[in-house]
């Protein structure tokens, strides 16, 4: 089974960037994407960036793009999740996904469409 394991959040001011990383320890399903989800108390989780097997086509949330950046390093089983002119609005719980096999557009965003998840990695952005 696939299991995404998440690294690189801290506590950082205004401004400032972060650079996460995800591995997805027994390998990656070839077809398959990947995306990160944040979660803050008392808020459902939403959706931050996907990115598809190859690593061509990406997507972001509204809130972060522009700021945020997506990579995928299939050699090493990992995706990346650059964020930078960090806001207090992205202090959240950072939860890597994996599946939604075959998915295409606007399916990567549907968190029902992912198997395997991590057990996420604190953000605090602090003013």
């Known amino acids: 089974q696939v299991q995404p394991v998440e690294s690189g959040g801290g506590l950082v001011q205004v401004g400032e960037s972060l650079t996460l990383s995800c591995v997805a320890s027994?390998?990656?399903?070839?077809?398959?994407?990947m995306a990160w989800f944040r979660q803050t108390p008392g808020k459902q989780r939403e959706f931050v960036s996907s990115?598809?097997?190859?690593?061509?086509?990406?997507y972001y949330s509204d809130l972060v793009k522009g700021r945020f950046t997506i990579s995928r390093d299939d050699a090493k089983n990992t995706v990346y999740l650059q964020m930078n002119t960090l806001k207090p609005e992205d202090t959240a719980v950072y939860y890597c996904?994996?599946?939604?096999?075959?998915?295409?557009?606007?399916?990567?965003?549907?968190?029902?469409?992912?198997?395997?998840w991590g057990q996420g990695t604190q953000v605090t952005v602090s003013s």
């Open positions: 996904a994996h599946g939604c096999l075959s998915c295409s557009g606007l399916e990567t965003r549907a968190e029902y469409n992912y198997d395997s």
């Open positions: 027994g390998g990656t399903v070839r077809g398959s994407a």
């Open positions: 990115i598809s097997w190859t690593g061509h086509s990406k």
